[in-house]
T-cell receptor
């Protein structure tokens, strides 16, 4: 049982490039989330989804896009990478309201 | 808008002592839930404990307990008999509303345990 899988683990981008961070879960969770964590800081919610075809903005959505075409996958897209998007990105999922989130191992992204 | 605050950026505690990590929250919704997570230096997020707004008793999980004071809107994490392995970042998080979809985190407290 893999849980929440994020790829890649590390990536360096140049300013203006685009990329997609992948997130997949095999627990049949409806709820999925994307957070970013800047050094020494807490997690900021970027986007979340309550099921396939449904997404909503979190606290810091600017510069990102998401899609949820299946229950398992929730990719995060950066269209025009900026240095301010240098961060560690965590994907999470959960089964129901009172259950905790399961987190992936994170993607460390540097924009130079 | 929901808001969650952790006012202690860092704490040092002697091994085997108890420690309380503060968390206050702000919401107008009567239905909400509070989570605590631990993040060691390796980076993974580890779930510790959960408290629902309608739960009658304070949550406990082994050495972790939650001091839930609803009127004060606080949900402090208490770790009894601290161990060196408790050194980590600790985050409080809140889900708001019966739909439970949006979950936001506080800024965290870095706990260091002294031998």
């Amino acid at each position: 049982n893999a849980g929440v899988t994020q790829t890649p683990k590390f990536r360096i981008l140049k300013i203006g490039q685009s990329m997609t961070l992948q997130c997949a879960q095999d627990m049949n969770h409806n709820y999925m989330y994307w957070y970013r964590q800047d050094p020494g800081m807490g997690l900021k919610l970027i986007y979340y989804s309550v099921g396939a075809g449904i997404t909503d903005k979190g606290e810091v959505p600017n510069g990102y896009n998401v899609s949820r075409s299946t229950t398992e996958d929730f990719p995060l897209r950066l269209e025009l990478a900026a240095p301010s998007q240098t961060s560690v990105y965590f994907c999470a999922s959960k089964f129901s309201r009172d259950q905790p989130q399961h987190f992936g191992d994170g993607t460390r992204l540097s924009i130079l | 808008a929901q808001k969650i605050t952790q006012t202690q950026p860092g704490m040092f505690v002697q091994e085997k002592e108890a420690v309380t990590l503060d968390c206050t929250y702000d919401t107008s919704d009567p239905s909400y839930g509070l989570f605590w997570y631990k993040q060691p230096s390796s980076g993974e997020m580890i779930f510790l404990i959960y408290q629902g707004s309608y739960d009658q008793q304070n949550a406990t999980e082994g050495r972790y307990s939650l001091n839930f004071q609803k009127a004060r809107k606080s949900a402090n994490l208490v770790i009894s008999a601290s161990q060196l392995g408790d050194s980590a970042m600790y985050f409080c998080a809140m889900r708001e509303g019966s739909s439970a979809s949006k979950i936001i985190f506080g800024s965290g407290t870095r706990l260091s345990i002294r031998p």
